[in-house]
């Protein structure tokens, strides 16, 4: 259709169809099956009529090709004007094919993969019947407590957080949305929500303007201005007012300075939770203040089906809102060519052969040994030497449950475990114990379901844990190497995940305790969704290899790594703690009147805890090993128009191939406000034959030294700057330049 016909249609409809536009609830009541594993927040019954059900506009977490066509045909056989419905979902990391969590993915610190794992969920997704997916999540998060740092893509750094974002919606959209394998991205939560007190999920978020914009805006900013079409509001406030009503956000910032014209929907029941916020009085009030803000679908809520039309006869003004919000998502579904073919880029046949499919099997495997981040690495523990005996010990080594808590489309099934890959490759050099389970029962019954009661039960727990123990104690004694794969639980990590602890469980450190009395070389795969407080226990360990939740493909990449076949180039995008008392703890921090130094005592530092964080944003090492032995600098003094090359040596001083990701920081020595003590401000990703020497440069320029002032100008000033190369935000070579502004 055109923009006319679409404006025709909107005249066409009543008030209540155009309200029900606005309306998006869980799909399954169409299908009448259970299906609340897909829940994605509390349950609820939203009490639509059922004229009001066949008018809404969009249903949550409905795929699967024929799935989809079902609720389509049955929602059009009693729809007036056959307005089809958006089909939406939290395809977060992979549809059929999980990939790694978004934190994984970030760590890879290279584009291209993630452009191919974003295609690959795209092209699932899209032939599976969805249209829209809620994704990328680019949540700035510096705080280990909050369970949803897995979802963030850029992790603590708003520039990573830019990159990927514009990565990301450039490859689910392509160029032309009805092109099959494309899907509209609606990306979250604006905003600033990964900043809520505490780490604690859904809590206060409370900043200057001035943070807001230098940290948490510039992702939001790059994914609009990649083209976005659909924004997700956040559960939190920000200063005083609920993101899904603060008006000075989504009118001010987003649709006016930003120039965004796409879809806002609302957060899980955010529309209704005003009232809970002691915003919005009642009901009636919520519906006016999300109206007025600019939402223009209530997800989850009745807010909207059960207001809007008594405000649209009491005030015209809010009748124009409406159809303004109507405009827009009836436009979206005119991209999604969804009045031509209501089942969009669904495919039935192509589902068949398309998903899960060998080739892309085999791709996500490679893609996803990209994400892992070796952290430490003792003596070369690793890769593991030929024909020696190795013990497989840890809840995780015999277990599909890799995949994350946001891959509630993929076929666990088809997951390989890494007992199952070691037996295939080198079965007779590998034993077996589960040493542990991953949770003691206590803790299992913190994690609750979208019902808030307990997950299942861990049966006879007390003499169990000690044979297991045991078990494995006796096993690793036949064993030259022992390899732990331990970790958080997949449902401690995601949404409503928050912990106030992020060592590893008690149960899984005794064991680790009573192995390290064997003496003998340990080496720690980790599973987990955010970052892990491991300072009691890696002096036990030789190797620890981070794997997050690594998806479908996690169990042959992880194997494939410890056999030296390929080789770890992960970065971290999230600082480690030392201990959850350092939370939240970041790079790019400011430096305070008296700078930590852990020998001094009146400086800002912790009493017993060293200051620094334990391991650095950007950190991740290699088999290789890579020395950064020169800095160049073509010049060192610039003016606006000016730039400089940045030339720094590496060599591979290894016999081993593989990547390094040569990172460039930038220091503002001092500025109209304080200035972080770094900004990661580019970065690139090179191959190194063995023994290669490379050269390797970057461009400074007027854009990287530009930063937010106390009147809230986006502007760089004449100063010093110290310039900073390396392979983590850390240990770099620096140097120094003057920007000399002609103006
Ligand atoms: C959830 C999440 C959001 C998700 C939405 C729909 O509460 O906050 O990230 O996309 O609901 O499931």
Known sequence: MNQKEIEDLLNKMTIEEKIGQMVQIAGDIFLSEDTNSMLTGPLKDLHLSNEKLYQIGSVLNIVGAERVKKVQDEYLSKSRLKIPLLFMGDIINGYKIAFPIPIAQGCSWNTKTIKEMTEISAMESSIAGANVNFSPMVDLSRDARWGRVMESIGGEDPYLGEVYAKTMVKAYQGKNLSETGKLASCVKHIAAYGAVEAGRDYNTVDMSEREFRQYYLPAYKAAIEAGAEMLMTSFNIINGVPSTVNRWLIQKIIREELGFKGIIISDYGAIEETIAHGYSANEKEAAKNAIYAGVDIDLMSSIYANHLKTLCLEDKEIENK????????????????????????????????YLMNPINLEKAKQLTQETFVLLKNRNHSLPLQKNKKIA?????????????????????????????????????????????????????????????????????????????????????KNADVILLALGEHYRQTGEACSRSTISLPENQIQLINKLSELSKPMILILFNGRPIELNTIEEKLDAILEVWFPGTTGAKAIVEMLLGEQNPSGKLTMSFPQNVGQCPVYYNHYNTGRPHNN??????????????????????????????????????????????????????????AGHEVVQLYIQDLYGSVVRPVKELKAFKKEYFKPHEVKYVEFYIDIEMLKFWNEKLEFVA????????????????????FELIMSL
């Open 392 to 476: 497989l010990i840890g809840p995780y080594i015999d277990n599909i449950g890799i995949t994350g808590s946001w891959s509630m489309f993929s076929d666990k099934s088809k997951n390989s475990t890494i007992l199952d890959v070691f037996k295939e490759k080198i079965g007779n050099q590998v034993l077996y114990a589960k040493g542990c389970e991953i949770l003691r029962q206590g803790e299992f019954n913190k994690i609750l379901s979208a019902d808030g009661l307990p997950l299942i039960q861990v049966k006879n727990e007390e003499q169990k844990e000690e044979e297991l123990i045991t078990s494995a104690v006796e096993t690793a």
């Open 717 to 736: 000033e004449s100063g010093e700057f110290k310039v900073f190369v390396g392979g983590d935000s850390v240990n770099v070579l620096e140097d120094k």
């Open 599 to 656: 020998n001094l005592r009146y400086v800002s530092r912790y009493q017993d805890i060293p200051t620094e964080s334990f391991y650095p944003f950007g950190y991740g090492l290699s088999y290789c090993n890579f020395k950064y032995t020169e800095l160049y600098l073509n010049k060192r003094k610039i003016n606006e128009n000016e730039t400089i090359i940045v030339t720094v040596k590496i060599e591979n001083q290894s016999e081993y």
């Open 322 to 353: 409406v159809n303004e919000s109507v405009l827009r998502i009836l436009t979206l579904k005119n991209k999604l060519g969804l009045f031509e073919n209501p089942y969009g880029n669904l495919d039935e046949e192509k589902e068949k052969i």
